[in-house]
């Protein structure tokens, strides 16, 4: 059988102007070549900057902010899509290839009812006429399990849940019957809970529609479950390229074999003593707007030297425990002990010394630091704050700070910008253990750093916690950072207290329902995963 | 129509009513400080301070501030303007023809300018930084850059006395046809479209091209979507707030900024209105007519925010 699709030594390039410097040509895609049957799926993986996107874009024959296609060729149905221009192009683009984004939310139009958005390209097309378009558009409806498949489309984007959107965009790439759907990291802006039930409505539109697609993603747990074959990429070069089963169960390539290793890390539990927690949250309730109760009677203990990992979806009130705890939110009802002592709801009442034994580290390093302040300053403003330490004295220390995150002097002049995402995220962990807290609250601070890099991290904490024998409150969506680096774990939901205990407790059965559906919704890494894991489920679950 | 929706659609409206009330004392003060006064003007220089006593009392002009103030304000709750000083007529009757004469001709530039602009802002993004962006950019801020009074007098110059296709007189009478009509403010209409055209015009530019550059364009782009239709189907309605915003600007200009039109080409209208009766102190067709200009103005702002909030449809149509 002949090839849909055959990238030949695609490269592409792009201009990067840093000021006051000449524009640079930088290859993000180096001399890619794939090809792919009818009705196959290919799982295109890699971290941040590998050039997966780029390369699903460019079946489209499309580059994203001044990236442009410069060598090789992208064959589909024997014809060179890079020569198209002008109709052609646009009746290739949503005609022939269609494209599911990562953030369903900003890829529809505000302002237009998806019915209206979905049939746009079929009709525009010539493909259906109106109401031939808008039959079919229920039917995909249906087949994608979306609620009222009737009258669905009638609503606007605002109007329905995010799950439910993704799905739409799903429907709205296979409304004009495409070949080729690139599918862009569909499934990476949902709750895991959600996830499944988005996944399995792809992989069954595809087998159903027999629609061959480019899978994007940077987990590979996830392609797994969708992909005949698999590249994995690294700084836009292709690192291997096999099946699934080769890819999962005998990678060849020392990158692919770490992608596919479980977490490094695991820390042993540490078992609870008599002694008085560091931290004690009781019964505290909170909002934001005195109405809607964000927090709900939320009682927490953890330990000096422990980990306490917070665990939930968004909407659980994680991170607004994480604001209760800072001060920023004082709570409505209920209180806090730090150290035994009851800690003042408000940040303005606490002493400078309370301040400095709580500190916080945020998910995105980029905007948690100062861009114009060097990373000597970043470093050592909490030296010179919180203890008055100045001149080499300080120095000295920032270096001492900076050997311990295995970063060095050679970056005492650097500027945020300057720094890699683990880098950045790095420091701010030194910013914050400069002042020598007792409690840091880590609010997903791995989310945005990719999987290799987020191991480091971790590793990081934990010898740091050793060494200092620092308590973190560990907030995260992510099941697999919770059973790396806790002690024990709080499940919650819609902003009540699940359960709390030990971590060997609460990861072995029997469970609440709710940490059965979240744990189970947790993506593993093995072929039929995602089979077992539906048929496991009650099919209310599907509802979302 | 939800709930919610009509709530900020009233809340809007009481907060136009307080500010058109709070404009009224503004107004009123503003015609209190202007120096010398009515009968001052009509006995003339050589007036004795006993007759300008007389006329000041006959006249009602010697009570407290605070009284007069209230007297007008309940004569305007109850709809009379009150009586000018000068010739005795009802101040309505005096504004009636006039403020019909301005409406007509902000309504014939408006209807003109409006597509025009938007048009123009459509074709700017579409061809954005080629031939066409540049010449509708630079041609509209040069029209901006030019004081209404010296495009006014170009015209005339050209198309009325070099080509004498136009009168440079712009009288209007009720007699008249609406063809007549139309052809004598030709010129005066003109300058209003080139005065307020770039404004609209650079604004419809800028805030589509803001939205350009949402995902839900590039989404659009990539179904394969004509570049005109992203713009103007995708990209405009997700716009539109600020556009109308800029319009209703440029509208409530139109009616109360016409001033200096108005005199260039003897067009009988509110603002020349306006202007005779500043300098004759008569205070109540003064004090109507900046009520009157008050009132249009809070009203097209109103609208402008109850059109931005019924198009949006987040608020039109709530989870």
Request: glycine residues 8%.
């Amino acid at each position: 059988m002949s090839n849909l699709l055959t990238v030949k030594d695609l490269v592409i390039k792009a201009q990067v102007h840093h000021p006051g410097e000449k524009p640079v040509a930088v290859t993000i895609v180096d001399k890619v070549s794939f090809t792919l049957e009818k009705g196959k799926v290919l799982g295109l993986i890699g971290e941040s900057g590998a050039g997966k996107s780029t390369i699903g874009l460019a079946a489209l024959a499309y580059g994203r902010f001044g990236c442009t296609i410069t060598g090789g060729e992208i064959i589909l149905h024997e014809q060179d899509i890079l020569k198209f221009r002008g109709d052609k192009l646009r009746q290739h683009r949503g005609g022939q290839v269609s494209y599911v984004a990562q953030s369903a939310a900003a890829s529809f139009n505000p302002a237009h009812k998806l019915d209206d958005q979905i049939v746009e390209v079929a009709i525009s097309k010539g493909a259906m006429g109106r109401t031939e378009a808008l039959k079919y558009a229920k039917t995909l409806y249906k087949k994608l399990g979306l609620p009222n498949p009737e009258t669905f489309g009638q609503r606007y984007p605002h109007q329905v849940s995010g799950g439910q959107l993704q799905r739409a965009m799903t429907a709205m790439a296979l409304a004009s019957k495409p070949d080729l759907i690139v599918f862009d990291e569909p499934t990476t802006a949902l709750d895991v809970t959600t996830q499944i039930d988005v996944l399995a409505a792809i992989k069954d539109a595809i087998r159903e529609f027999n629609t061959a697609a480019l899978y994007i993603s940077h987990d590979l747990a996830v392609v797994g479950q969708v992909a005949d074959e698999i590249m994995v990429l690294r700084y836009g070069k292709m690192v291997e390229y096999g099946s699934t089963e080769q890819i999962l169960y005998h990678p060849k390539e020392k990158y692919t074999q770490q992608l596919v290793a479980v977490r490094s890390v695991f820390k042993e539990e540490k078992p609870r003593t008599k002694a008085e927690p560091l931290l004690k949250v009781a019964k505290v309730t909170a909002s934001y707007d005195g109405k809607v109760k964000v927090v709900k009677n939320l009682s927490l203990e953890l330990e000096a030297g422990h980990t306490l990992a917070v665990v939930g979806e968004s909407g659980s009130g994680k991170s607004t425990t994480a604001r209760i705890i800072m001060g920023l939110l004082p709570p409505s009802d209920g209180e806090i002990f730090f150290e035994g002592k009851r800690l003042p709801p408000k940040l303005k009442q606490r002493s400078k010394e309370l301040k400095r034994l709580i500190r916080m580290i945020y998910q995105m390093p980029d905007v948690a630091m100062n861009p114009r302040h060097t990373i000597r300053d970043i470093i050592g403003r909490p030296l010179t704050f919180f203890f008055g330490t100045r001149g080499k004295e300080r120095e000295a220390k920032v270096i001492e700070l900076l050997e311990q995150i295995e970063m060095g002097a050679d970056y005492l002049n650097r500027f945020p910008a300057e720094l890699s995402g683990g880098q950045k995220q790095r420091v701010c962990i030194a910013r914050a253990l400069a002042s020598k807290p007792k409690l840091v609250i880590c609010d997903e601070v791995t989310s945005a750093l990719d999987p290799l890099v987020a191991d480091g991290v971790l590793k990081l904490l934990m010898r740091l916690q050793k060494e200092t024998n620092v308590s973190y409150l560990f907030i995260t969506h992510d099941i697999a950072t919770v059973r790396a680096i806790s002690d024990s774990i709080a499940v919650m939901y819609q902003g009540e207290l699940v359960e709390v205990g030990q971590k060997s407790k609460i990861l072995s059965p029997p469970h609440p329902p709710y940490t059965e559906l979240l744990l189970s919704s947790v993506p593993e890494m093995r072929m039929g995963w995602l089979e077992e894991a539906i048929s496991g489920r009650r099919m209310e679950a599907a509802g979302n | 129509m939800s709930t919610q929706l009509i709530r900020l659609i009233l809340q809007r409206v009481a907060l136009g009513v307080v500010t058109l009330f709070v404009i009224s004392i503004l107004i009123f003060l503003s015609a209190e400080i202007l120096p010398g006064d009515v009968a001052q003007t009509i006995l003339g220089q050589s007036a004795t301070p006993e007759n300008l006593a007389n006329l000041r009392t006959q006249l009602g002009l010697d009570k407290p501030p605070l009284q007069r103030y209230m007297n007008w304000l309940g004569g305007i709750v109850r709809g009379d303007l009150g009586t000018s000083i000068v010739n005795k007529q009802p101040v309505a009757k005096l504004i009636g023809s006039r403020f019909t004469n301005t409406l007509f001709l902000a309504s014939v530039s408006a209807l003109i300018a409006v597509p025009a602009a938007i048009l123009l802002g459509l074709l700017a993004v579409r061809f954005r930084d080629k031939w066409p962006d540049k010449f509708i950019s630079a041609t509209t801020l040069t029209a901006i850059s030019l004081p209404e009074f010296f495009v006014g007098y170009v015209l005339i110059l050209f198309f009325a006395i070099k080509l004498p296709w136009f009168s440079s007189l712009s009288t209007v009478s009720a007699s008249m046809s609406l063809g007549e009509r139309l052809h004598a403010i030709v010129l005066p209409c003109a300058t209003l479209t080139f005065v307020v055209l770039a404004h609209m015009m650079r604004m419809t530019r800028a805030a589509i091209i803001g939205v350009l550059s949402s995902p839900y364009i590039e989404m659009a782009q990539l179904k394969g979507v004509s570049p005109f239709r992203v713009i103007f189907r995708h990209a405009f309605p997700n716009a539109i707030s600020p556009i109308i915003n800029v319009v209703v600007v440029n509208l409530a200009y139109l009616i109360v900024g016409v001033v200096v039109v108005e005199v260039i080409f003897v067009y009988p209208g509110m603002g020349q209105l306006f202007v005779d009766n500043v300098s004759k102190r008569d205070l109540p067709v003064v004090q109507a007519c900046g009520l009157i200009f008050a009132t249009v103005f809070i009203g097209l702002n109103m609208m402008a925010d109850v059109l931005s909030i019924i198009g949006n449809p987040k608020l039109r149509y709530p989870k």
